[in-house]
Antibody, heavy 117, light 107 residues
Framework: QVHLVESGGGVVQPGGSLRLACTAS????????MHWVRQAPGKGLEWVAF????????YYADSVKGRFAVSRDNSKNTLYVQMNSLRSDDTAIYYC??????????WGQGTLVTVSS | DIQMTQSPSTLSASVGDTVTITCRAS??????LAWYQQKAGKAPKLLIQ???SVESEVPSRISGSGSGTVFTLTISSLQPDDFATYYC?????????FGQGTKLEIK
């Protein structure tokens, strides 16, 4: 059974940094691309980033390009997103998802990031 | 970037009704469209990919159709478990934008 667990969320000041992690189990992590998707409180879903199975390519939403960096460690079955220069509009639940044929096939439970002074 | 527009934003219906949600893409995305269901306080769940391919374990009364720029999600014989928010997402090209969501509520 596929299981994704996000961690690393919390409260951070504007301009600060945070690194989220997503630990995967129940499938061969190294064979699949991974997405980050976020949801601001009471708002809709926003696709954030994608990394290919072998880290050969990464893609970002314009809203985070240059500030966020997605990476993965296939030896640890873990996906990361390094978030820098955080702003109040980055406040959201961050979900990692398992990509399959590009769609978000399986979702984690999410981790809340709050950017506030 | 491809923009996705869902209508309506809110839909009121009764158990047993049939409802349709529409998703429009700002340019041709062929059949690269997915639908997700999200219940309050939960992570979204993939329902349909490639516009009409329903995921296993999704009830057969849920279906999707369309291609190009106009897509629909149809839920027939609504059940209490269906009242949730639904999102479409294009995956033809990055960024993989979502629609703004359609909240299906009990009338």
């Amino acid at each position: 059974q596929v299981h994704l667990v996000e961690s690393g969320g919390g409260v951070v000041q504007p301009g600060g940094s945070l690194r989220l992690a997503c630990t995967a189990s129940g499938y061969t992590f190294s064979n699949y691309g991974m997405h980050w998707v976020r949801q601001a409180p009471g708002k809709g879903l926003e696709w954030v980033a994608f990394i290919r199975y072998d880290s050969s390519n990464t893609y970002y939403a314009d809203s985070v390009k240059g500030r966020f960096a997605v990476s993965r460690d296939n030896s640890k079955n873990t996906l990361y997103v390094q978030m820098n220069s955080l702003r109040s509009d980055d406040t959201a639940i961050y979900y990692c998802t398992k990509g399959h044929a590009a769609v978000s096939e399986t979702w984690g439970q999410g981790t809340l990031v709050t950017v506030s002074s | 970037d491809i923009q996705m527009t869902q209508s309506p934003s809110t839909l009121s219906a009764s158990v047993g009704d049939t409802v349709t949600i529409t998703c429009r893409a700002s340019q041709n995305i062929h059949s690269w469209l997915a639908w997700y269901q999200q219940k309050a306080g939960k992570a979204p769940k993939l329902l349909i990919q490639k516009a009409s391919s329903v995921e296993s374990e999704v009830p057969s009364r849920i279906s999707g159709s369309g291609s190009g720029t106009v897509f629909t999600l149809t839920i027939s014989s609504l059940q209490p478990d269906d009242f949730a928010t639904y999102y479409c997402q294009q995956y033809n090209s990055y960024p993989y934008n979502f629609g703004q969501g359609t909240k299906l509520e009990i009338k």
